[in-house]
């Protein structure tokens, strides 16, 4: 029985199943509700999705918007075409809440990023529905700093509008919630895992196919960008050579900076290491198994201090011992998982050494009790905030 509808509105480029962590991150809030009894659509920029993957007996509408937003806008006629594109969207997307409304009562918007909760604002104010507005990113105008190719002027219109967007809109909208100081005031610290909630089931238990662990590999998962810490950790491999000659290192993911990274490799004449590029989730999952130590390198930036990153939870799903950058949300995820090694995020040597630690210590198998607690823990509060919202 349907207990009431939630419009959750991404105004991002995705396609299901997605492939991107914020697209998982949404995905997966969505499911649960769906579990709980919610009807839920889910209207983003989009086209096509696996056929395989709508046949899922969810209770999930998908209502993909063509549009497409990009970093490629980089210029005036690229922005305003941009803007055009969101009017289309919110043009579209009213019509279909309203169409989709009249047959039962409680309702609910969910908004995801700044552009979002532009959007959901103005929906609320037109069809009177109750908005929460999930930032996603708590400090999008430094995150933008890190597009080195974006011309540095663009980079201040955007970096400006963030941070009003960011200050004004919980007033100009009067938004009925907003995420994550909701979580702050209702839920304690345990926000960082609710917020973010990326916990796939699938990757709750551990595969029965999983691949036997390689001794001495390290492997990294994510964007190759700087702020992801590749450079730091290249560096600190470096040093793991001169002591360990039985070590390599696998990078799994693309990114703007992958070529300087390469580069970097060569200069610092590393033995094996393989950049591996993009993969699917399932055999990033795979590569992830085989890992010796799995890390997470995120620069002291002030975007990544609240960043709840995707690949933690895929290491801990593999039970895998990880080396982390001791950041506030980090720290927080691997609280109680014995098999995390922190050090002191930007410090190569502290890399170096944690990484170490790690390849010579043996531990015993984690119980995955851990990650089913945190699991739960995400799904129960993520239902107590649209209870509390719709007053059930």
Known sequence: MV??????VIPRNLNFPPTRADGVRVFEQCRSLSKAGFEVHLIYFGSTMNSSFTAIPLNIRFYPIQGEVSVSYLNFWGM?????????????LIGYIKTHLSTINKAVIHAHTPEGGVIGAILKFLLKLPLIYDPHDWYYEDWITEWIRMRKFIQGILCLTYRTLAVLLPIISDVTLVLNDFMLKKMGPTRKVIVPNYFMEENTVESKKSLSTIPGLIVFVGSIVRWQGVGLLLKAFSSIQKEKEDVSLWLVGDGEDIDHYKHLSSILKLRNVKFLGKVSRKEALKIISQADVCVVPFLPKRFCLTACPLKVLEYMSRHKKIVAADLPGIREILHNYNKAFFFQAGNEKALSHAIQDALSTKIDEDSPSTIERLRNTAIRNLLATYQYILGA
């Open 80 to 92: 305003l075409r941009l803007f055009l594109n969101y009017c289309v969207f919110l043009f579209r």
């Open 3 to 8: 207990t009431a509808k939630v419009f959750c």
